[in-house]
């Protein structure tokens, strides 16, 4: 387990705790540079928890951020999904907004639908940075993935037009391709049923997000190959912000978990000193 590991990153990841920042369950990895350049708060994509953040945000604390990944309302070990059911965007983002307000300026980091929840959240408060990783896109840009993937999920989303009930994950063979077996199990094991409304609006009808409300730094990042959030897509996303989009080659839809996460940290990194801090 320890292997590839530093000795300043082994002592991070033991170091990390479970907390309560206001309405959300999170995890923190406390650093011991005590003039942190900033705080760093991760928000997890669809169907998954706070975990997925476990190397990349021991990382970025043992490089002296402190860093925080919250669970999505419902997400965290031991929750009731059936209180998912009518749960929307809205909700899951002004949760997030409560999180950056109570930790008071931090750079959100987001990643897949948790990229247009860290978008909705930065309209509603101020946050120094606005980071989005294989961001799923606001309204006036289509979703467009893989056609295998956009079958499957009209079928999915709407098999049966008045269910209410939690969504359960499919389709982990798009979204899940790059990891390693024993990343997909681990996952796959902790897998999050999500709202059937909400699923229904991150695919087809995305809440409305305008540029003119972010005032901080948007850094746009993404896999080449990603199935899920397309290159093309990533590109209208960052048009809309008036950056350049990062590609990262031959990676996927999972950033912060596929072989090579430490480089894009670095990025973020890099990007965070150049342009927050």
Avoid: K
């Avoid at 098999?159 to 790059?178: C, I, K, Q």
């Amino acid at each position: 387990m320890a292997s590839g590991y530093s000795a300043d990153l082994l002592r991070t990841i033991y170091q990390m705790r479970t907390i309560d920042i206001g309405p959300l369950r999170a995890l923190h990895w406390p650093t011991s540079d005590l003039e942190a350049p900033q705080t760093l708060l991760a928000v997890h994509g669809i169907w998954v928890g706070a975990h997925v953040w476990n190397d990349l945000g021991a990382y970025l604390a043992s490089q002296g951020y402190e860093t925080y990944a919250v669970w999505l309302r419902h997400h965290q070990p031991g929750s009731d999904h059936r209180q998912l059911e009518g749960l929307g965007h809205r909700d899951y983002a002004e949760d997030v907004a409560a999180v950056v307000r109570e930790l008071g300026s931090p750079v959100i980091i987001g990643q897949s639908m948790g990229g247009l929840l860290a978008q909705i959240a930065a309209t509603l408060t101020d946050p120094a940075g606005l980071i989005l990783l294989s961001s799923a896109p606001p309204f006036g840009i289509p979703v467009l993935p893989r056609l295998s993937l956009l079958t499957t999920g009209i079928r999915n989303c709407f098999g049966r037009l008045f269910d209410s009930s939690p969504m359960h994950p499919f389709a982990d063979e798009a979204f899940l391709e790059r990891l390693r077996p024993e990343q997909r199990a681990r996952l796959t094991a902790y897998r999050t049923p999500e709202p059937r409304r909400l699923a229904r609006q991150l695919a087809f009808w995305p809440p409305v997000v305008r540029a003119s409300q972010v005032r901080c730094p948007v850094f746009v990042g993404a896999g080449d190959e990603d199935p899920v959030i397309i290159p093309w897509v990533t590109r209208r996303i960052a048009a809309r912000y008036r950056v350049i989009p990062t590609f990262y080659q031959g990676r996927g839809h999972m950033l912060n978990l596929e072989p090579g996460w430490r480089a894009v940290g670095d990025d973020l990194m890099r990007w965070v000193e150049r342009f927050v801090a």
